[in-house]
């Protein structure tokens, strides 16, 4: 402090102060003309000093002032306080407003007030501010806001800590000739006042200008369905699937371009059921791109963006960043977006732990997956550390899951896991591949559809009921993999599609065609090209033989010709004009086996066709 007052005056325009001896220090008789040049002063304190500090008469160009547990003298109400003429913002936290009393302040345009001292001060003369037009109060009693003059306010914040709606209601009666007075011109309103629906709703109806719209709130209880039906606009979005009767009345707030529901905690059981699609349903009833709704739980843990309600099956647009939950309602899913992208998740908020599908494009620790009992459907981004390693066999998901897509997995996530319910799943892996040594088999009993591209990760498959498979063969120990692991770990009798793709050899297309005797539809799809020979696998040599094979097929046999049950087969390639001479004959000499094959297409990469 020393140094600041030998070396910075005059040119000192900006000071910022946390702590009280450096405050005291600049205070001294000796040191005012080091406060002449201010035009900003932040002074944030822990605590309230303990002695007053006398600086506001030294303050003569400040314009932006913010003091928190300041502890100023009285003054007179003649003081000449310089300050007062040239102040544009001012935020007070447990500071005297004494000072204020009776006074003009002709440049001052916002001013948050919070647990002020010495308010009955501004009871007896009130404050004039000829320019603000952003104005927040904070305190038990909102009285004293009735004192405050200022013309038609833009923003206006009121918060007050009264605990029940007999005590809230008073508060809210007193600060509605503020609220009244700036109807045409109140764009932004941060409320936190615990009154009853009634009463907000008659404020509200008269705030047709009022864009932005923060509702601080205890919990659900605080608030109704039947309050926020009121939100919902009279004429429904025609492309939303919402159904439910327009109501005959202008919507509150028809203006409204932001709601945001901020509750300290959420209750469960009912009352997800009954608000969040009430919530849905005032984003469907207006047009998407002017009202977004914004829900936080245990704010300010988490933000999430509520959208309108869509059919019973929502796809997710890979260029969406953004984490998601859905919720199931009467009226379709509900989607709900996280819109903090750079924390941990961590669905502090109770309603979401009912989630039953979840897109997680952001970290998931143990404990946020935990908290999920109820998901069916989890999606996981591109990014590879979304999910935990070696997570404990005890995450509900193992027991409730459905639907498994993850871009981007590590294999110790699935290792040595069974997924109980799990039906369809898509992975993909990126990174190292599972260690077969270990013998860590991930156990999928009712899973029917897989799509996978790591052969290895498929080798630690159990699927005792895989009928559909997609997977790439490109892998350089195929054989030994396909017969030591996937022939042994996987029930291949049943397959009746497959999808292969990837730089995968033809012979070991071969092989695994020889271990598929219920295969109906097969997708050969581009990476290596296939000659006369593989074509003449289908189809042996002695038709007659051929054909008994086919008809007199057992499935725990392997067949003597290649998938003899096949319906569809489409293989896709570059240069086919070699491959469309052999078409003709392979159909041909198929159906001399009796062979049910109905469909094969030849789609060429170059001709788009």
């Keep these: 402090m020393t140094a600041i007052t030998t070396t910075s005056f005059p040119r000192l325009t900006r000071l910022v102060l946390s702590n009280s001896r450096a405050v005291l220090y600049l205070a001294q008789p000796t040191c005012p003309h080091y406060f002449f040049s201010l ?19 030294h303050l003569q160009r400040l314009e932006y002032f913010e003091a928190q547990h300041l502890y100023l003298p009285i003054y007179p109400p003649d003081a000449s306080l310089p300050l007062i003429q040239t102040l544009s913002s001012l935020t007070l936290k ?17 001013c948050p007030i919070t647990f002020p001292h010495h308010i009955d001060a ?32 833009h923003d206006l914040t009121v918060r007050s800590g009264q605990w029940n709606v007999r005590r809230g209601n008073p508060q809210f009666v ?199 009992h109820n998901l069916v459907e989890l999606r996981i981004g591109d990014k590879q550390d979304i999910l935990p390693t070696a997570p404990p066999p005890s995450l509900p998901l193992f027991c409730t899951l459905r639907v498994l897509t993850a871009e981007n997995i590590n294999p110790s996530f699935l290792a040595g896991q069974t997924f109980h319910k799990l039906e369809r ?15 860590q088999v991930t156990h999928m009993p009712v899973c029917t559809t897989l799509d996978i591209d790591d052969l290895t990760l498929l080798a630690t498959f159990k699927l005792p009921q895989i009928c559909e498979l997609c997977a790439s063969f490109d892998h ?57 020979d593989f074509f003449g696998e289908f189809v042996p040599m002695h038709l007659n033989e051929t054909a008994v094979s086919i008809h007199s097929h057992d499935e725990g046999q392997i067949s003597a010709v290649l998938c003899p049950l096949l319906r569809t087969l489409l293989i896709e390639g570059r240069d086919f004009k070699q491959r469309l001479e052999l078409m003709p004959l392979f159909v041909t000499l198929r159906a001399a086996c009796g062979s049910p094959l109905e469909e094969f297409t030849l789609f060429d990469f170059e001709l788009g066709r």
């Design 94 to 110: 447990s500071v005297s407003v004494q000072w204020m009393a009776g006074n003009v302040f002709p440049a001052l345009r916002r």
């Design 174 to 372: 007193i600060i509605c000739p503020t609220v009244l007075a700036s109807a045409q011109s109140l764009y932004i309103l941060d409320l936190e006042v615990k009154c009853s629906e009634q009463l907000l709703v008659l404020a509200l109806r008269h705030l047709q200008a009022l864009a932005y719209l923060d509702l601080r709130l205890v919990s659900p209880h605080a608030l109704s369905e039947t309050f926020f039906q009121g939100f919902v606009a009279t004429r429904s979005n025609v492309d939303s699937p919402c159904e439910r009767a327009a109501l005959p009345r202008l919507p509150l707030c028809a203006k409204l371009k932001r709601l945001v529901l901020k509750y300290r905690r959420w209750l469960r059981g009912a009352e997800r059921k009954e608000l969040i699609p009430v919530f849905s349903d005032i984003v469907s009833s207006r047009q998407p791109e002017d009202c977004t709704l914004v829900l936080g739980a245990d704010w300010p843990t988490e933000f999430w963006e509520v959208q309108g309600s869509v059919g019973s099956t929502y796809d997710v647009t890979d260029d969406n960043d953004r984490s998601e939950v859905w919720i199931s309602s009467p009226y379709g899913i509900i989607p709900l977006k996280w819109l903090d992208e750079w924390s941990l998740m961590s669905f502090t908020g109770v309603p979401f732990k009912e989630a039953e599908y979840l897109v997680a494009r952001h970290r998931l620790s143990i404990g946020c997956l935990s908290t999920l």
């Design 476 to 532: 350089p120990e195929f054989s030994v993999i396909w017969e030591t692991c996937i022939a042994v770990n996987v029930d291949l009798s049943g397959l009746e599609l497959l999808h292969v793709y990837g730089e995968y050899r033809q012979a070991d297309l071969i092989q695994a065609l020889r271990c598929l005797p219920a295969l109906k539809s097969l997708i050969v799809g581009y990476g290596s090209d296939l000659d006369a």
């Design 39 to 57: 035009t900003t002063l932040t002074i944030k304190l822990s605590r309230r000093m303990e002695s007053p500090a006398d600086i506001l008469p």
């Design 122 to 153: 501004i009871c007896v003369l009130p404050v004039t501010m000829l320019a603000c037009s952003y104005l927040a109060y904070d305190s038990n009693d909102l009285g004293p806001l009735r004192h405050f003059h200022h013309p038609p306010l």
């Design 425 to 439: 799943c898509r992975v993909s892996l990126r990174g190292v591949d599972p260690n077969l040594s270990q013998g």
